[in-house]
Structure formats: structure tokens, C-alpha cells
């Protein structure tokens, strides 16, 4: 059970380079999350997943898309990077019984990107 | 948007001294979580709280639900180096998917 996990780990781009970040979870979750952490900011949603077959913006979606490609995998693409989107890259997941008293969130390591 | 504060931003404490830290919050919260960051990882649950007034421990680590459902703390006991890093809040309301975060303590142990 690897729980969260994230490809790449690191990222070095130039500005207006496309590229995809990976996310897969074992853990049967329905919803996923894509956060940014930046200094200072703490994490901030910039797309999730409440279940399969949907998406919805968080609060910084601006210059990202993301596919849910099935209930394992959310994927998160930039399609012309900026220096602004350097940054870390968290993706998590969460457990499927909203409201329950087991409801909470569990993340990967994380991809740190650069964009040059 | 919305973030949620969280203080002290930061902390230099001797090791074995105990450690409290909180969250507020201007919305109600259905579930508050406490995460821990390492340097160069993902946050990872600590504690996990869901009804106002709720207290529940993990090893030196107690958390309360705010009875307001408007804040939530965090107690470290006996602190030790290894307890050095970020830890996190985070809040959920009701009736939605998503979850807001604290800023962060960061934590520094003294030897």
C-alpha cells in the first residue's frame, strides 16, 4: 500500500513549456486534490476531484487543467509555464465517506517545480 | 482566499518544554486536521477531530475542537528535536469537498 504518489519529484522548465504532473493513490479514495505550497502561504487547492468523472476549480486554477483520468490517477497539466507557477506541487487524497468520522486527507511527497 | 490564522508563525522552544499552538477561524468548521511537515516532504496526519469540544491525543500530541467550531489547538508534550518542522490546521466546512489551510508554525527544538 504506497498510499499517495507523485512523478516527477522535480521539474525544471522554461517559460511557456508544457508538462503533466502524476498522481496515483491505493486507497480506493473518491475525492483528489491538487495544492500549491508556496513560502509563507501555506497550501492553496488549485483543482480537485470529489469523485470520479468530475472536476472542479479550487481557489488558484488559473493556468492549470487536470484529468481524473479514472478513480486512481488526477493529473494535473500546465500548458504554457510562467515563472509563477514555481513552486511545490502537492497531491492528495481523500477518504470516500464524506462527514464520517474517519473523514480525512492524506498527501504525496510532492513535485517541486521550477520554471525558468 | 480564504486562509485560516494560525499562530504562533514560529517557535524556538528548549527541548521537554510542551508546546501549544491554535487556529481560528471567521467560518464553522465540521472537521479540523492537524498536519506535520518535514522538510522536503508532503504533510502527514497527525490528528483528526470532528465534533465541537472533541479531544483526542496521538502519543504527545493532543488536539481540540474548539467548542465555537471556530478554532481548534494543538499541544505538543515533552518536546523533543525530532518534533521540529511545520504543522498545519486545516478546516472543513459543511456540505463541502474542500478543505482550507493555516499558514503553519514552524517549530524549532533547542538540545
Given at each position: 500500500n504506497a498510499g499517495v504518489t507523485q512523478t516527477p519529484k522535480f521539474q525544471v522548465l522554461k517559460t511557456g513549456q508544457s508538462m503533466t504532473l502524476q498522481c496515483a493513490q491505493d486507497m480506493n479514495h473518491?475525492?483528489?486534490y491538487w495544492y500549491r505550497q508556496d513560502p509563507g502561504m501555506g497550501l492553496r487547492l488549485i483543482y480537485y476531484s470529489a469523485s470520479e468523472g468530475t472536476t472542479d476549480k479550487?481557489?488558484?486554477?488559473?493556468?492549470?487543467?487536470?484529468?481524473?483520468?479514472?478513480?486512481?490517477?488526477?493529473?494535473?497539466?500546465?500548458?504554457?509555464?510562467?515563472?509563477?507557477?514555481?513552486?511545490?506541487?502537492?497531491?492528495?487524497?481523500?477518504?470516500?465517506r464524506?462527514?464520517?468520522?474517519?473523514?480525512?486527507?492524506?498527501?504525496?511527497p510532492g513535485t517541486r517545480l521550477t520554471v525558468l | 482566499g480564504q486562509q485560516l490564522n494560525q499562530s504562533p508563525q514560529s517557535m524556538f522552544i528548549q527541548e521537554g518544554e510542551d508546546v501549544s499552538m491554535n487556529c481560528t477561524s471567521s467560518?464553522?468548521?465540521n472537521t479540523w486536521l492537524w498536519y506535520k511537515q518535514d522538510p522536503g516532504e508532503g504533510p502527514v496526519l497527525l490528528i483528526?477531530?470532528?465534533?465541537?469540544?472533541?479531544?483526542?491525543?496521538?502519543?504527545?500530541?493532543?488536539?481540540?475542537?474548539?467548542?465555537?467550531?471556530?478554532?481548534?489547538?494543538?499541544?505538543?508534550?515533552?518536546?523533543?528535536?525530532s518534533d521540529v518542522g511545520i504543522y498545519f490546521c486545516a478546516g472543513q466546512a459543511s456540505g463541502t469537498y474542500k478543505y482550507i489551510f493555516g499558514t503553519g508554525t514552524r517549530l524549532k527544538v533547542l538540545a
Open positions: 473518491n475525492s483528489m479550487g481557489e488558484v486554477p488559473n493556468g492549470y487543467n487536470v484529468s481524473r483520468l479514472n478513480k486512481r490517477e488526477f493529473s494535473l497539466r500546465l500548458e504554457s509555464a510562467a515563472p509563477s507557477q514555481t513552486s511545490v506541487y502537492f497531491c492528495a487524497s481523500r477518504t470516500s464524506r462527514g464520517a468520522s474517519t473523514d480525512t486527507q492524506y498527501f504525496g | 467560518s464553522i468548521f483528526a477531530l470532528y465534533k465541537a469540544g472533541e479531544l483526542t491525543s496521538n502519543g504527545r500530541l493532543t488536539a481540540q475542537f474548539g467548542t465555537t467550531r471556530k478554532d481548534s489547538f494543538l499541544n505538543i508534550s515533552a518536546s523533543i528535536p
